[in-house]
């Protein structure tokens, strides 16, 4: 497997457990996606850290005002950053694209 495919399946599956594992704790803050207004389109953005690896990767998806899927894509730097940092960059990644 790639690189590349190999550290978004890894973002993917840790999203997943990390969901699984808070999913109770957060029972009373269930948040719900928000679309965007009229016309406009969403970008949400997600970003993981793979402090073992030294590697972080991040993913974005695009939707229109009623929920529907326009584009998405993801990808990875060998850069050692915090959760924080991930974030941002992944915010900045998505800006520009």
């Not at 590349?4 to 948040?31: F, H, I």
């Not at 793979?50 to 850069?79: D, H, W």
Request: charged residues 20%; hydrophobic residues 35%.
């Amino acid at each position: 497997m790639a690189e590349k495919e190999y550290y978004t399946l890894q973002t993917w599956k840790c999203a997943q457990n990390r969901q699984q594992s808070s999913s109770s704790a957060r029972r009373s803050q269930v948040e719900h996606w928000q679309p965007p207004p009229t016309m406009f389109v969403k970008c949400n953005i997600d970003a993981a850290v793979f402090a073992p690896e030294q590697k972080a990767s991040m993913g974005a998806c695009l939707r229109n005002e009623k929920g529907e899927f326009i584009e998405a894509f993801s990808c990875y730097t060998s850069v050692v950053l915090t959760p924080a940092e991930a974030e941002a960059w992944g915010l900045l990644q998505g800006l520009e694209w």
